[in-house]
């Protein structure tokens, strides 16, 4: 499986993006998708997590500003991120796994600046 991560970019703070995460193969329709972030000096941490049948989990951080979503039949998952802060900057890793591997993107970097 691999997987290509989209839509970072520069926002105001209180401004709002949204990330894709696009995998190849059907099968990514019966694995989780989650969503991390690495900030400079910072070990990466855990933004949302979603289930193969949409359950969700976030981060204390992002919770009632962000949205995890999956599109299956695109084999896509999303990150809808509202509200933005200049503490949300970093990069962005899509995320999943399977018996025993796990499966990165190539990170997005999202910067939330005046």
């Known amino acids: 499986v691999q997987l290509q991560a989209s839509g970072g970019g520069l926002v105001h703070p209180g401004g709002s993006l949204r990330l894709s995460c696009a995998a190849s193969?059907?099968?990514?329709?019966?694995?989780?998708g989650a969503w991390y972030r690495q900030a400079p000096g910072k070990q990466r941490e855990l933004v949302a997590h979603?289930?193969?049948?949409?359950?969700?989990h976030y981060a204390d951080s992002v919770k009632g500003r962000f949205t995890i979503s999956r599109d299956n039949a695109k084999n896509t998952v999303y990150l809808q991120m509202n509200s933005l802060k200049p503490e949300d900057t970093a990069v962005y890793y899509c995320?999943?796994?399977?018996?025993?591997?796990?499966?990165w993107g190539q990170g997005t970097l999202v910067t939330v600046s005046s």
């Open positions: 193969g059907s099968i990514f329709s019966i694995m989780p």
């Open positions: 979603i289930t193969s049948v949409g359950t969700t």
């Open positions: 995320n999943s796994y399977r018996a025993g591997e796990i499966y």
